[in-house]
């Protein structure tokens, strides 16, 4: 009986997300059979973004079905994307803008607070959404190949649609505070897209150990609600010490607020913070794509 050629290995001509295959004979009871071995290419940084570009069918297909399902059988639908930033801005603005007389910059307190929630909430649904999409995509991951950062990616994108019908909202009620805006709306853009990059690092970080300690689905809400309070959503910069605003300029989501407060107020940019959240934001999102590659071998034998 004719057996099979063995092909040699190929090495791959990029450093990008292209696997490579490999063949070898094995001996297998009756005789040698030909085994198939599917590797990765190899990564400079552990990870790339291009993976998302490469396979932007496959994303957008799992962001569509997101949203479909996040919303299936509801009776408001995306109004629910309305909802909770509003209410959450209704309620603070009652119990921290009247009762607790917190400053906001001498800006009407609703939307000082709106401002801050809507890069907030998008962040925190993101994170959560990204934490648990491998455990959810359990039964895709075990029987057909793709990069597992599409899953994460898809989460993270799908928020983006529930932060862009509440922007327009905050845009609307601005106007109606007499809020007139300026050229600095032109950054709203560039600091979701910031915002949205440290969501994918911290969601495809927390989605790869979320796989294997089952732990972080409980714990990960718990410490977004503190992260919260640690972020000046409800409070100015200034309204904490200067020797402690040091430490939040650690906090990425602390300057991306700034900054996108002063881009609906008109306000001079805090350029450096900006340059801060950046930095950290760079290495969050490289850190957490070398381990979630490392852990990525894993995924379909203990999802």
Same mark, same amino acid.
């Given at each position: 009986?004719?057996?099979?050629?063995?092909?040699?290995?190929?090495?791959?001509?990029?450093?990008?997300?292209?696997?490579?295959?490999?063949?070898h004979? =094995?001996? #297998?009871?009756?005789?040698? $059979? !030909? @085994?198939? *071995?599917?590797e990765? &290419?190899?990564?400079?940084?552990? %990870?790339?973004?291009?993976?998302?570009?490469?396979?932007?069918?496959?994303?957008y297909?799992?962001?569509?079905?997101?949203?479909?399902?996040?919303?299936?059988?509801?009776?408001?639908?995306?109004?629910?994307?309305?909802?909770?930033?509003?209410?959450?801005?209704? =309620?603070? #603005?009652?119990?921290?803008? $009247? !009762? @607790?007389? *917190?400053?906001s910059? &001498?800006?009407?307190?609703?939307? %000082?607070?709106?401002?801050?929630?809507?890069p907030?909430?998008?962040?925190?649904?993101?994170?959560?959404?990204?934490?648990?999409?491998?455990?959810?995509?359990?039964?895709?991951?075990?029987?057909?190949?793709?990069?597992?950062?599409?899953?994460?990616?898809?989460? =993270?994108? #799908?928020?983006?649609?529930?932060?862009?019908?509440?922007?327009?909202?905050?845009?609307?009620?601005a106007?109606?505070?007499?809020?007139?805006?300026?050229?600095?709306?032109?950054?709203?853009?560039?600091?979701m897209?910031?915002?949205?990059?440290?969501?994918?690092?911290?969601?495809?970080?927390?989605?790869?150990?979320?796989?294997?300690?089952?732990?972080?689905?409980?714990?990960?809400?718990?410490?977004?609600?503190?992260?919260?309070?640690?972020?000046?959503?409800?409070?100015?910069?200034?309204?904490?010490?200067?020797?402690?605003?040091?430490?939040?300029?650690?906090?990425?989501?602390?300057?991306?607020?700034?900054?996108?407060?002063?881009?609906?107020?008109?306000?001079?940019?805090?350029?450096?913070?900006?340059?801060?959240?950046?930095?950290?934001?760079?290495?969050?999102?490289?850190?957490?794509?070398?381990?979630?590659?490392?852990?990525?071998?894993?995924?379909?034998?203990?999802?």
């Open positions: 009986m004719e057996q099979p050629s063995t092909a040699p290995d190929r090495a791959p001509t990029s450093d990008r997300a292209t696997p490579r295959t490999k063949s004979t =094995v001996e #297998a009871g009756a005789g040698p $059979r !030909l @085994a198939l *071995v599917i990765s &290419g190899r990564r400079r940084l552990g %990870f790339e973004l291009g993976d998302l570009w490469a396979h932007r069918d496959l994303l297909f799992l962001v569509w079905r997101d949203l479909k399902v996040r919303y299936k059988q509801t009776l408001l639908g995306v109004i629910w994307a309305v909802l909770q930033p509003l209410l959450t801005m209704a =309620v603070f #603005a009652i119990i921290f803008g $009247r !009762l @607790a007389h *917190v400053p910059d &001498g800006e009407p307190y609703p939307i %000082f607070v709106f401002a801050g929630l809507l907030w909430t998008y962040f925190n649904q993101a994170v959560i959404s990204a934490s648990n999409s491998l455990v959810g995509n359990a039964a895709l991951i075990t029987k057909v190949y793709f990069p597992r950062l599409v899953i994460p990616g898809a989460a =993270v994108c #799908a928020g983006l649609v529930d932060f862009a019908i509440s922007a327009a909202i905050m845009f609307l009620m106007f109606h505070y007499g809020i007139h805006y300026g050229a600095g709306l032109l950054l709203i853009a560039p600091l897209a910031l915002t949205a990059l440290f969501a994918l690092g911290v969601g495809m970080w927390m989605s790869a150990l979320n796989v294997k300690y089952r732990d972080v689905r409980y714990a990960l809400p718990f410490m977004m609600q503190i992260w919260m309070y640690l972020t000046p959503v409800i409070y100015p910069l200034n309204f904490i010490p200067a020797r402690w605003r040091w430490l939040l300029a650690l906090n990425p989501l602390s300057g991306i607020i700034q900054a996108f407060r002063a881009a609906v107020f008109g306000r001079v940019f805090d350029w450096n913070g900006l340059a801060i959240s950046c930095a950290i934001t760079l290495a969050v999102l490289t850190c957490a794509g070398w381990a979630f590659r490392r852990m990525e071998r894993e995924f379909a034998d203990i999802v």
